[in-house]
């Protein structure tokens, strides 16, 4: 799994997104889980977040890593 330079927790959103079981950014967008209060970070700690949020970690929610927050 690539992590990026910067943050060595940091991962994509497809990976994050595949990791909570989902099977595209697309299912997940039109899920009801899109618009949970809590839902997956960009993190391979498998760290979950609130919509706008970072975990400890420093990775962002996949909904911000998106842009769509």
Not at 18 to 38: K, T, Y
């Amino acid at each position: 799994m690539a992590t990026t330079l910067k943050n060595p927790h940091r991962i994509s959103v497809k990976a994050a997104l595949l990791e909570a079981g989902f099977r595209s950014i697309e299912r997940f967008v039109a899920s009801n889980a899109a618009h949970d209060s809590i839902v997956p970070a960009c993190c391979n700690e498998g760290c979950e977040v609130e919509p706008d949020g970072r975990c400890w970690h420093g990775c962002p929610s996949v909904l911000l890593a998106l842009g769509v927050i």
